[in-house]
């Protein structure tokens, strides 16, 4: 699929993206002869978790596990920084996932998480520890009478790699020593030094930093550098 990158709350995402109820589940409402409730014809949908719950993600530095709460407020569920090596229901928002009403369920993720074990450098997490989130369906009569069953959702939560890109080209330049012994002044208009290595005196020795060696450009990525 492809993924958007919206500003949610203000805030930049670094992707979202979305799977619809019908392509996430197979399922079955049946309402009898009360028929279905006037209200979302029948069904309700609810993401389910235990506030302060290890989500089985890192930080990718290893630093500090992502721990779920749900907002009591949207009863979207946060993916959260804990702090210290225990969990914080104000911790950074790494990720949320959210149910629409009618079943959709979308995740947008703010912060990189670690990837593990490191087979390459665009790989996909794996899942959410198994049953720290459980998407919910209810159906329910017009009568009142309803009926509740729920899936295992973290097992399709992942989360792709933001690599590191780099590289390098040699600029036009060389490195000189004059084997004539003494400091001397080079051709390509450097000076050597003449020193002592290892208890050896030297004929010469010159250097170039790596500035004037190289053109060069890297990149970390979401990750951030080791």
Do not use: C, M
């Not at 979308?106 to 490191?118: C, G």
């Not at 369906?137 to 939560?157: N, Y």
Request: avoid cysteine.
């Amino acid at each position: 699929g492809t993924e958007t990158a919206p500003v949610v709350g203000g805030v930049q995402s670094l992707g979202q993206s979305s799977v619809t109820y019908a392509n996430l589940v197979t399922y079955s409402f049946g309402f009898g002869t009360d028929g279905a409730a006037a209200a979302g014809g029948g069904r309700t949908f609810d993401l389910v978790v235990t506030d302060g719950t290890a989500s089985g993600y890192w930080t990718p530095d290893h630093s500090q596990q992502i721990y779920l709460y749900e907002n009591g407020t949207t009863g979207v569920i946060e993916g959260r920084v804990g702090t210290g090596g225990v969990a914080s229901p104000t911790g950074a928002v790494a990720f949320t996932v959210a149910v629409n009403s009618t079943g959709d369920v979308t995740l947008t993720q703010f912060l990189a998480v670690e990837h593990t074990p490191n087979s390459t450098n665009d790989q996909t997490s794996l899942s959410l520890s198994a049953n720290v989130l459980s998407l919910e369906a209810t159906a329910t009569d017009k009568d009142g009478d309803s009926v509740t069953d729920s899936v295992d959702l973290g097992s399709i939560i992942r989360f792709e790699d933001d690599g590191p890109i780099g590289g390098i080209a040699l600029k036009t330049v060389t490195l000189v020593t004059d084997e004539t012994a003494g400091v001397n002044t080079l051709s390509n208009g450097g000076t050597e030094t003449a020193p002592v290595v290892g208890g050896v005196q030297s004929l010469g020795q010159s250097s170039v930093t790596y500035a004037n060696l190289v053109t060069y450009s890297f990149g970390f990525g979401t990750d951030g550098a080791a």
